[in-house]
């Protein structure tokens, strides 16, 4: 079973207005004890700064349906961030981060993904070709996602894909807008 955190940021202030905006960040946890670890350190940053803003992180696993997400409502979120984990997860969970952001995701929210991707099936350059296959020999079900069929699976739960960005070392982040 893949586990995932997520920490919800429920309001700051702009300009002496509350903006009422829930940001879900989600992180892969590579076994028990760094979920622990990562939980402890998020929980010890709101006692330590008395953080308003932040709160508890819990478990969830993306491939299960969006409905078993911690209890996050449709429409609940305004940006969903998940950085450098499609590559570590299988198609279903792939699928299910998607599925579960076009449900949780408010109109107009974002979901916003980086880490390196094929393109219309080719992998650029040879460095993330071998990336690639040491994914795969890790976990059969690892691998770089095609960016073609993340925004096929987008569209086909509400959204579009809205920008690519180059990032360094051969990644790119991906914005996807709910419609």
């Known amino acids: 079973m893949t586990f995932w955190s997520i920490c919800k940021l429920p309001s700051?202030?702009?300009?002496?207005?509350?903006?009422?905006?829930?940001?879900?960040?989600?992180?892969?946890?590579?076994g028990h004890d760094l979920?622990?670890?990562?939980?402890?350190?998020?929980?010890?940053?709101?006692?330590?700064?008395?953080v308003k803003t932040v709160l508890q992180p819990v478990h969830l696993d993306a491939?299960?349906?969006?409905e078993k997400w911690a209890g996050l409502p449709r429409g609940a979120c305004d940006v969903i961030v998940a950085i450098n984990l499609l590559q570590y997860s299988s198609c279903k969970t792939v699928e299910g981060v998607v599925k579960g952001?076009?449900?949780?995701?408010?109109?107009?929210?974002?979901?916003?993904?980086h880490g390196p991707y094929a393109i219309n099936g080719t992998i650029t350059p040879s460095c993330m070709e071998d990336l690639d296959q040491e994914l795969r020999e890790m976990n059969p079900g690892w691998g770089l996602p095609d960016i073609d069929v993340l925004r096929q699976l987008a569209f086909g739960n509400g959204m579009r894909m809205e920008r690519m960005i180059e990032m360094e070392e051969y990644n790119k982040c991906l914005v996807f807008r709910k419609r």
């Open 12 to 30: 700051y202030k702009l300009r002496q207005q509350t903006l009422k905006m829930y940001i879900c960040v989600i992180l892969k946890t590579f």
């Open 35 to 50: 979920g622990v670890m990562l939980f402890c350190s998020i929980r010890s940053y709101i006692v330590a700064t008395k």
């Open 63 to 66: 491939s299960e349906p969006w």
């Open 101 to 113: 952001s076009g449900q949780i995701l408010k109109q107009n929210g974002l979901l916003i993904t």
